[in-house]
């Protein structure tokens, strides 16, 4: 994988000292219609202005719409050029029924994120916004946050297709940042994407706030707009097949209602993987990574959409990581040879 050689392994031994099946449904559930009006921001069948608004109000769809599947991870270390990146989300869009992208890697090329909001505008889908540390210890998301920012503010469609703004993916698990100083990275970039209206949060599984419980991860939970979450189920020691996934994933998912304060909730980097790797590897003698499992993976979450409807915070929406494995092996839902890995991928996105 692009990016975590070493970091599923440590993800599989860490949620092996966490994860247990439950056999109970979220708690505290409520009752929400949400049913997705068309004339919002990115509802299905909404058509994007000719011309750019000039104000945000009633633009957005409520989040408490946003349940069931949402889009996908696409990963952007490739520097896609524009074209291809509208391409794709114009496939992601209107072929799968996507509302968001939500990015993944990083690209340092100048100006790359105006290419993001452009591809963005063109397909009416939104996008959650990352800024990428890596695990190097080394100060580059400084300079991409401030790229970012930059963008944010001068490109004038920005603020019109970019949800959220996440702050590195596993941030707390990796510790690139104390989480005190973690928290006060979201505290200052709220501040700076007011004007904006843009939510900001972190990327990350419920076992990178439990390990720092004791040093900050209230600071994080308390600073962020929205839970974007990590679920990836297959590195669990309870892991077998994906069809026998859902106690797991209930176990994560019970964690983030109990403890995010009635926020939204997002899963974002959430999938099962159809082959292992050096960094992928099972924490389960019985966990299988197949195709059949990868597709079984997407059915179980499907047919829980009225679970993911019901829980508080306007509902769980889940994201499919990721859109190819040309972007990361496994995960993908096309093959690198750029054929569906399975077919039909129709989830719901309201029940």
Known sequence: MAFLPLLHVLIALCLAINAHPLEHEPT???SVDASAP??????????MPSTTPSSLTNWWCDTSTE????????EVTACQSLSQLRSDFL???QTFN???IRMYGFCDRTGFYNDIVDAAWGAGIGVHALIWFGFDGTDEWMGRRDSLFGILHSNPRAKFVTRALQFGSEPLFDWVLDPPVLAQQVI???KNLSSL???????????????HEDDGAQDVLDAIDLIDAHMLPFFSTEASIANASWPIVLTDLDWFIDN????????????WPSVTSDGVQPNSPSAVANVQNEHDYYSVLDAHCKDFKAVPGGGVGWFWHIYSDDMEPGYGLFSTSGKLKFSPFSPKTSC
């Open 28 to 30: 505290r559930t409520v």
């Open 38 to 47: 068309p004339n919002c921001f990115p509802a299905l069948g909404f058509t």
């Open 67 to 74: 349940y069931g599947f949402v889009g996908f991870s696409y």
């Open 91 to 93: 496939t992601i869009r």
């Open 98 to 100: 996507s509302r968001y």
């Open 188 to 190: 200052a970039a709220k």
């Open 197 to 211: 209206q843009i939510p900001v949060t972190i990327s990350e599984m419920a076992y990178g706030y439990q390990e």
């Open 260 to 271: 995010g304060q009635g926020k939204k909730i997002y899963l974002t980097e959430n999938g």
